[in-house]
């Protein structure tokens, strides 16, 4: 158990939220010319709302607009990055009681920002927890950090492009085991398979992701942002796969499978 005050941003962080507030679990952060998207809601392990997912949206495309902005940083909270998409939304969604398009408009923003993506993730990791980390440049992790993709326990499918990225660095099997068997990865083996960058200590996590990040804001930008578009090569196919994954993942929200399952997590965290 990770002690609340540990789990603020440093105090050295200048704190710039817009003029709208999305979601109070979203920080938004500027540190020179970097923009911070904290993800901060650690009683829950940092589960993503659909209000979270449109904040985060909002300021990745925010961010590409604005020139002063030449990288973006994700990050979660010491011991979380992640535990996905929150249940609770899931079953709204399962239930007709909200449209649930949020998730898939972050993503859509996610794949297509124009500013390089450097995150970092220590700890838990769990369905976007971790796809969330195949859009960007440079991925920090900590030993203790386990990437987690249990879609079809959940009775769904991969999201994020996840199925069409994840094989390209890890081979069918491997990626195959990791998003249809729901193996969990560890980061070290996550950076062995070229899934992530480095592997930082966790005291060390949010410094070397800042040092990332303000070396590639320091670099020319336009020059870098050709060469960016090079190595992550052609978004179509990537956001067309967003689109075809999400076809699939609405209509499994909706299935016996996933009630029963989102049902059984609901459930669980009631008796626990
Ligand atoms: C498009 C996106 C797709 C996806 O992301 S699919 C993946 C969806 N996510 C999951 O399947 C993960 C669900 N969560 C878990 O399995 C576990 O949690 C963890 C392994 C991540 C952590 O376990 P532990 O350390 O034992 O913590 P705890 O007691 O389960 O959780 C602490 C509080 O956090 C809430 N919580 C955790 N994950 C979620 C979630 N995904 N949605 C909503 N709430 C969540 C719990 O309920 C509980 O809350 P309370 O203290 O009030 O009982």
């Known amino acids: 158990m990770v002690a609340k005050a540990s789990r603020l941003p440093p ?21 020179g010319a970097v923009q911070v998207i904290r993800l901060n809601r650690p ?48 079953m709204a969604i399962a239930t007709g009681q909200a449209g649930g398009n ?56 991969p999201e994020a492009a996840s199925s069409l990225i994840a094989p390209a660095s890890l081979g069918a099997q491997r990626a195959f085991a990791l998003l249809a068997m729901g193996e969990k990865l560890p980061a070290q083996e996550a950076q062995a398979d070229g899934l992530i960058y480095k592997l930082v200590e966790a005291d060390a996590l949010e410094t070397a992701v800042f040092e ?12 870098l942002a050709i060469a960016r578009d090079l190595i992550r090569g052609p978004r179509e196919p990537v956001l067309e796969r967003i689109r075809e994954e999400g076809e699939h993942f609405k209509a499994r929200l ?10 059984a997590f609901l459930s669980r965290s009631r008796t626990k």
């Open 102 to 157: 949020e998730v898939f408009d972050f993503l859509q923003a996610l794949a297509q920002s124009k500013k390089p993506l450097v995150s970092g993730a220590d700890g838990i990791a769990v369905g976007i927890g971790t796809t969330i980390h195949l859009h960007c440049d440079l991925t920090f992790a900590t030993p203790q950090t386990v990437f987690h993709t249990p879609f079809v326990d959940l009775g769904l499918v």
């Open 43 to 90: 009683e829950k392990k940092n589960a993503i709302t659909r209000d979270m997912y449109s904040a985060m949206a909002k300021a990745l495309i925010d961010g590409d607009e604005d020139e002063a902005v030449r990288c973006h940083v994700m990050l979660g909270v010491p011991g979380i990055f992640s535990a996905g998409n929150d249940m609770g939304d899931f």
């Open 212 to 223: 990332a990040a303000e070396q590639l804001a320091a670099k020319p930008p336009q020059a």
């Open 254 to 263: 909706k299935s016996d499978e996933a009630r029963q399952a989102f049902m």
């Open 11 to 31: 105090a050295s962080l200048q704190l710039e939220v817009g003029e709208s507030v999305l979601s109070e679990f979203i920080q938004i952060e500027r540190r």
